[in-house]
């Protein structure tokens, strides 16, 4: 991997509901935990998983860096409990 490039672990056991290019998030992949809860990972350079896979915490999933849509290395992670944004930090 380049400088900017960066192995991106899962938060959390899942399967895999998305991973593909979706207009807006370039390269993303969607993780659904269970109870309601998912997590989003998105403007990846490039994927590691498809839908359909299960993983466990920890698992590379994504590689970080540049996409298509930005030459800038950024990521954009989130997580939803039912559709609903909640702080990853809480």
Do not use: C, K
């Amino acid at each position: 991997m380049g400088n900017s490039e960066v192995g991106l672990r899962n938060l959390g056991a899942g399967q895999v509901v998305f991973a593909d290019w979706l207009r807006g998030s370039g390269l993303l992949v969607v993780l659904d935990h269970g109870q309601g809860y998912i997590s989003l990972y998105a403007h990846n350079e490039a994927l590691t998983l498809n839908s359909g896979d299960w993983v466990d915490a920890g698992e590379v999933l994504a590689r970080s860096g540049t996409n298509s849509s930005d030459r800038n290395a950024g990521l954009y992670f989130g997580i939803r409990r039912n559709g609903e944004p909640q702080d990853p930090t809480a």
